[in-house]
């Protein structure tokens, strides 16, 4: 009695058929994985930008002399009282908030903008722009009054309150902004990239050192 051997193995057909099946499995996943890493830098860019835009809103608040930052859009930071230790403090100071790019022609002034690139390689540009609140900032100067018992009403404007600074302004607050930029792609300056994100602080400081 003949008995008929059926050869038994995997076509090439079944084969890619199989790949196409693991294909509509993997894709899925690796979709989601990918998601959740984009996601991931996302947060991760947004958490130092708001954290580097704190730093240096505290450091001009709390750190930075009143006298040493002047208006502008971006802002400069000079010794213009040659007070001691001011200037080597400006020199140290504003290249760790502003990272590279916040250097002039003189090496005395430095300027608020700059390029901060953080071990990721994400890039984000920081720029402060300074608005001297003084006497003659607008055509109705900013008016102080002070009620004392027994006498009237007193108007005081701000050159009655304080000398000239060292701009030659009748000036008693300045209006800070910070702005910093970033991109979610790696190694991409901000400015070049039309889908960077931004974020704004502001805050106002009062000549307090007398």
């Given at each position: 009695?003949?008995?008929?051997?059926?050869?038994?193995?995997?076509?090439?057909?079944?084969?890619?058929?199989?790949?196409?099946?693991?294909?509509?499995?993997?894709?899925?996943?690796?979709?989601?994985?990918?998601?959740?890493?984009?996601?991931?830098?996302?947060?991760?860019?947004?958490?130092?930008?708001?954290?580097?835009?704190?730093?240096?809103?505290?450091?001009?608040?709390?750190?930075?002399?009143?006298?040493?930052?002047g208006a502008g859009n971006p802002c400069t930071f000079e010794d213009r009282k040659n007070v001691t230790g001011i200037k080597a403090f400006i020199k140290k100071a504003v290249p760790q908030m502003f990272g590279t790019g916040c250097e002039t022609p003189d090496v005395d002034i430095f300027q608020g903008d700059g390029l901060y690139q953080c071990r990721k390689g994400f890039m984000f540009r920081a720029r402060v722009k300074v608005v001297d609140l003084d006497q003659d900032s607008s055509g109705a100067p900013i008016q102080f009054t002070m009620?004392?018992?027994?006498?009237?009403?007193?108007?005081?404007?701000?050159?009655?309150?304080?000398?000239?600074?060292?701009?030659?302004?009748?000036?008693?607050?300045?209006?800070?902004?910070?702005?910093?930029?970033?991109?979610?792609?790696?190694?991409?300056?901000?400015k070049d990239d039309p889908r960077a994100n931004s974020i704004f602080l502001v805050a106002f400081k009062s000549d307090l050192e007398g």
């Open positions: 009695m003949n008995k008929t051997l059926r050869k038994t193995g995997i076509t090439f057909v079944e084969v890619c058929l199989a790949f196409l099946i693991l294909g509509l499995v993997v894709l899925p996943v690796f979709q989601f994985l990918t998601g959740s890493v984009k996601d991931t830098e996302r947060f991760y860019t947004e958490t130092i930008a708001i954290s580097r835009a704190k730093f240096i809103m505290d450091s001009l608040m709390f750190q930075m002399p009143w006298q040493a930052i009620d004392l018992p027994g006498k009237t009403r007193q108007y005081f404007q701000i050159k009655d309150l304080v000398p000239k600074d060292s701009y030659g302004k009748y000036n008693l607050m300045k209006k800070i902004v910070v702005q910093v930029k970033w991109s979610n792609t790696k190694n991409v300056d901000p």
